[in-house]
């Protein structure tokens, strides 16, 4: 008699922002609208609110992109009511070979959480479930050793601790943001092991001195800071998706070598999140 097979584990693996992505979890906009205003860039939209068929032609172009890279996406069943599912990096996060489930502090996002929970338990993930805090992962930046943690209207200071405790390794860094700005990615991204993009108006000095000491510093501009020019999305191997507006960006990472692959994501923006904000890594090479 054959033994029978124990469920695979699926692994999970991310030491950095920047390692080749291999597998990626997304989530279509079928449902996508400015329903509650809950950031700035919502507020701008607010009127002239979501095009949902531009948006979801879009994403669909964005998955094409990443699949035409060799990069496994998996895409989450979308649920009515919640209008924001199309931004899964805040539902959950991995950082080394550890999988997080977010804690979302916006009524309209709760519920998100239950979607990739169960998809966690389809595919025999297990992973830290952050409690009595708030925390979403546009606001966790893993380098190495290093994870830099955006404390904003969405994370909790309280959230450090519950992640110290479950990395014990690792160098817990909390990054304090301007009330306006949504999520530390909104305004820092690192592209390389020693660069990275940031929007310095956004964060205390001595906090842009303490990254300047460790990176070299891609400044935003103001207009593309708008346009979420910091929420590029490394595939690895220099090369990175971007918008196609965000001219200043582009020629900047270009001049460094890197390859940029520009698609328009604009109407999906208009919701306050861009490339990595749609993209929840599980996977990621050296």
């Given at each position: 008699m054959e033994a029978s097979i124990p469920k695979q584990q699926h692994k999970t693996v991310c030491r950095t922002e920047y390692g080749a992505l291999e597998k990626v979890i997304l989530c279509r906009p079928e449902h996508m609208t400015i329903k509650d205003v809950i950031n700035e860039t919502q507020k701008h939209f607010e009127d002239d609110n979501i095009h949902v068929k531009t948006a979801a032609d879009q994403h669909s172009r964005f998955i094409e992109a990443l699949r035409s890279h060799n990069i496994e996406v998996i895409l989450l069943p979308v649920r009515e009511g919640l209008p924001e599912q199309v931004f899964t990096r805040d539902i959950g996060f991995v950082i080394g070979e550890k999988a997080f489930l977010s804690s979302m502090n916006e009524p309209i996002r709760q519920g998100e959480e239950s979607v990739i929970k169960d998809f966690?338990?389809?595919?025999?993930?297990?992973?830290?479930?952050?409690?009595?805090?708030?925390?979403?992962?546009?606001?966790?930046?893993?380098?190495?050793?290093?994870?830099?943690?955006?404390?904003?209207?969405?994370?909790?200071?309280?959230?450090?601790?519950?992640?110290?405790?479950?990395?014990?390794?690792?160098?817990?860094?909390?990054?304090?943001?301007?009330?306006?700005?949504?999520?530390?990615?909104?305004?820092?991204?690192?592209?390389?092991?020693?660069?990275?993009?940031?929007?310095?108006?956004?964060?205390?000095?001595?906090?842009?001195?303490?990254?300047?000491?460790?990176?070299?510093?891609?400044?935003?501009?103001?207009?593309?800071?708008?346009?979420?020019?910091?929420?590029?999305?490394?595939?690895?191997?220099?090369?990175?998706?971007?918008?196609?507006?965000?001219?200043?960006?582009?020629?900047?990472?270009?001049?460094?070598?890197?390859?940029?692959?520009?698609?328009?994501?604009?109407?999906?923006?208009?919701?306050?999140?861009?490339?990595r904000c749609c993209t929840m890594p599980l996977m990621r090479g050296e």
């Open positions: 966690f338990h389809s595919q025999g993930i297990p992973y830290t479930r952050m409690l009595d805090t708030s925390i979403e992962g546009g606001d966790v930046i893993v380098d190495g050793k290093i994870v830099y943690v955006g404390i904003s209207q969405r994370t909790d200071m309280s959230a450090i601790g519950q992640l110290e405790k479950a990395l014990p390794d690792y160098t817990v860094v909390p990054v304090h943001l301007h009330e306006k700005y949504l999520h530390l990615d909104c305004v820092f991204n690192i592209v390389s092991e020693n660069e990275a993009l940031i929007y310095p108006q956004a964060l205390e000095p001595e906090e842009v001195d303490m990254l300047a000491k460790r990176y070299d510093l891609i400044e935003v501009p103001e207009d593309e800071q708008f346009t979420l020019g910091t929420n590029v999305l490394s595939i690895g191997r220099k090369t990175i998706i971007s918008l196609p507006c965000n001219r200043h960006v582009n020629q900047q990472l270009s001049n460094r070598g890197y390859h940029i692959i520009e698609i328009d994501l604009t109407e999906i923006i208009k919701s306050g999140g861009s490339f």
